[in-house]
């Protein structure tokens, strides 16, 4: 009996219609895991995640699922996608990252739930800086306390020439949560005297804005 031959063309139509319905599938898993990752869906970013969701899958400022639930602080969410293994340290179309944004947020929840991924302690934000800068400018005392105990350089110098300390005096207004944070940062042996690209100290800047609880702390500290 004669084999019908199969048409060659036929099966290159099949193949490809079926690669693009694997194509729109994988695109749809993808935009469901960002969309309820961002929403604080725990149970549907698992699901997504076990349906073969990329847990890497960006949306178009690149964010992935991980940084959408630390910018919006679902730390069950986080832990989810760290234990599936979601990068910390991606960084989106402003450079921002999951563990970088922590320090935005002030987070201490969500600064533990992403230990374990590891993140780079060194990455920059857009300014060059590290997590704690802007947690400190922005009077975060409970997470500049965590994050100190990481490691993180405590006088990393950003873009415009500040440190964490000079961020808390610059940007700050030197009520107690900014003096907690300048405590702080003597504390894990922040330089008092490191000054600005302008030569500007510490002691300098606070004396200039008033910040008299500042300031002394930072002559108590040695600072000139």
Known sequence: MKRRAIPTFGLGLLIAACGDRTVRGERVLNE????????????????????????????????????????????????????AGADPNAQDSRHDTPWLVTGVTGSVAMLRALLPGR?????????????LIPACERGHVDYVREVLKTGIKVDHVNDLGWTGLLEAIILGDGGPPHQEIVRLLIAAGADVDLADRDGVTPLVHAVARGQTAVAGLLRAAGAH
């Open 32 to 83: 469901e895991l960002l969309a309820r990752a961002a929403r604080g869906d725990a149970a549907g970013v698992r699901d997504a995640l076990t349906s073969g969701a990329d847990v890497e899958a960006r949306d178009g400022l690149r964010r992935t699922a991980l940084l959408l639930a630390a910018a919006a602080d679902h730390v069950e969410v986080a832990e989810v996608l760290i234990a």
């Open 119 to 131: 993140p780079d302690l060194t990455v920059r934000n857009r300014y060059g800086g590290v997590s």
